[in-house]
């Protein structure tokens, strides 16, 4: 799959996550932004343009159930993938996610979405 130009945001409060999400894409050929919060997201969102988000449940500030509420708001079509450590699952896709994922994460089953993802 053709990833030029394909750029990510990942948010999620946790320092590793972060840390392995971005090396995990960069190295699969993605541009990555990574936050620490859905505030931060939301910011990042409104001045940048993205093929995809990665979006933790749990986040200071602003969780990640309402970080895609507000992107939906927004009229940003882009794809949503939830993660957390919790079955939140139900919650993400009511919203608007298009995929959910249980951390820990499988690298090479969120490489397999992704490519579905971002080939639609």
């Given at each position: 799959?053709?990833?030029?130009?394909?750029?990510?945001?990942?948010?999620?409060?946790?320092?590793?996550?972060?840390?392995?999400?971005?090396?995990?894409?960069?190295?699969?050929?993605?541009?990555?932004?990574?936050?620490?919060d859905g505030e931060e997201a939301m910011r990042?969102?409104?001045?940048?343009?993205?093929?995809?988000?990665?979006?933790?449940?749990?986040?200071?500030?602003?969780?990640?159930?309402?970080?895609?509420?507000?992107?939906?708001?927004?009229?940003?079509?882009?794809?949503?993938?939830?993660?957390?450590?919790?079955?939140?699952?139900?919650?993400?896709?009511?919203?608007?996610?298009?995929?959910?994922?249980?951390?820990?994460?499988?690298?090479?089953?969120?490489?397999?979405?992704?490519?579905?993802?971002?080939?639609?």
């Amino acid at each position: 799959m053709q990833t030029d130009n394909k750029k990510i945001l990942v948010a999620d409060d946790d320092d590793d996550v972060r840390k392995i999400l971005s090396i995990f894409l960069t190295f699969a050929g993605y541009n990555v932004d990574c936050v620490n919060d859905g505030e931060e997201a939301m910011r990042s969102l409104e001045k940048n343009s993205y093929s995809l988000l990665i979006t933790d449940y749990m986040m200071p500030k602003l969780n990640g159930i309402e970080l895609i509420k507000r992107v939906k708001g927004l009229n940003l079509s882009l794809p949503i993938i939830g993660i957390s450590g919790s079955d939140n699952e139900k919650e993400f896709l009511a919203v608007g996610a298009r995929l959910f994922m249980t951390k820990p994460i499988t690298l090479s089953i969120l490489g397999n979405a992704l490519e579905r993802e971002l080939s639609i």
